[in-house]
C-alpha cells in the first residue's frame, strides 16, 4: 500500500474553509483515496474518496492533483463539531483490500 | 452510510478472563470485516481481516490464537480476547465493507485489570 503523508495538526477558525493536504507520491493507478475522520473515542467516520477526479459530497470536497500524487479535502464551512483527527488512505478497490492508518492531521476548528 | 455496531461499548475485566465483542452490520451484508486496536494517542492498527465462512487473517505481529475471530454470518464477526492482560487494555474497533467503503463501529472500550 503507498504511504501517506500528513500535517500532524491544523487549526481553522469556524466559518472557514479547511483545507487539509496529503501526499501519496507512490499512488499506484488503480489505488482511490479515501478520507476518514475519527472524533475522539467514537470509530472512525467515511468522508469521501476517489480515484483521479474531484469529487464533492454533503460533507466535503476532494481535489486530487493531475498527477495523484497529492490530494486536499477541504471542508467548506468548517463547525466546531469538526474538530477531529482526518486521515487520509489510500488502497485499491476491491473486498479483501485493507485499510491502513497513517497518523493523519488532528485539525482544531477554533470559535 | 451503512450502519456497525458495537457490544459492548466498554468492558472492565479481571487479568486472565476472556472477553467477546461483537460487531454487526446492521443494514447491509459484509462478506469482510476488519478488525482494529487503538492505543491511546495513536493511529487505528489493524489486527485482522475477517472473512465469513472462512478463516481470519491475522497482520503480522498479532496472536491469532491470543485474538480469536469468528465470522460466522454475513452481518456477524467476534473478536474473543483469551486470558487478557493489562497490555490488552485499548480501544478495539471493527468495521465492514460495502459498496467499496469500509464503515466503522463505534468501538469498544476494554480494560483489563
Known amino acids: 500500500d503507498a504511504k501517506t503523508t500528513q500535517p500532524p495538526s491544523m487549526d481553522c477558525a469556524e466559518g472557514r474553509a479547511a483545507n487539509l493536504p496529503c501526499n501519496h507520491s507512490?499512488?499506484?493507478?488503480?489505488?482511490?483515496v479515501y478520507w476518514y475522520r475519527q472524533i475522539h473515542s467514537q470509530g472512525p467516520q467515511y468522508i469521501i474518496h476517489?480515484?483521479?477526479n474531484n469529487e464533492t459530497n454533503e460533507m466535503a470536497s476532494l481535489i486530487i492533483t493531475e498527477d495523484r500524487k497529492s490530494s486536499t479535502l477541504i471542508l467548506p464551512h468548517a463547525t466546531l463539531r469538526d474538530t477531529a483527527v482526518y486521515y487520509c488512505i489510500v488502497r485499491p478497490l476491491g473486498t479483501g483490500n485493507q485499510f491502513y492508518f497513517g497518523t493523519g492531521t488532528s485539525l482544531t476548528v477554533i470559535p | 452510510g451503512a450502519v456497525v455496531s458495537q457490544h459492548p461499548s466498554w468492558v472492565i475485566c479481571k487479568s486472565g478472563t476472556s472477553v467477546k465483542i461483537e460487531c454487526r452490520s446492521l443494514?447491509?451484508?459484509?462478506?469482510?470485516m476488519f478488525w482494529y486496536r487503538q492505543f491511546p494517542k495513536q493511529s487505528l492498527m489493524l489486527m485482522a481481516t475477517?472473512?465469513?465462512?472462512?478463516?481470519?487473517?491475522?497482520e503480522q505481529g498479532v496472536e491469532k490464537d491470543k485474538f480469536l475471530i469468528n465470522h460466522a454470518s454475513l452481518t456477524l464477526s467476534t473478536l474473543t480476547v483469551t486470558s487478557a492482560h493489562p497490555e490488552d487494555s485499548s480501544f478495539y474497533i471493527c468495521?465492514?465493507?460495502?459498496?467499496?467503503?469500509?464503515?466503522f463501529g463505534p468501538g469498544t472500550r476494554l480494560t483489563v485489570l
Open positions: 475477517s472473512n465469513e465462512g472462512s478463516k481470519a487473517t491475522y
Open positions: 468495521s465492514g465493507f460495502t459498496s467499496d467503503t469500509q464503515y
Open positions: 476517489g480515484l483521479k
Open positions: 507512490t499512488i499506484s493507478g488503480n489505488e482511490y
Open positions: 443494514d447491509f451484508q459484509a462478506t469482510t
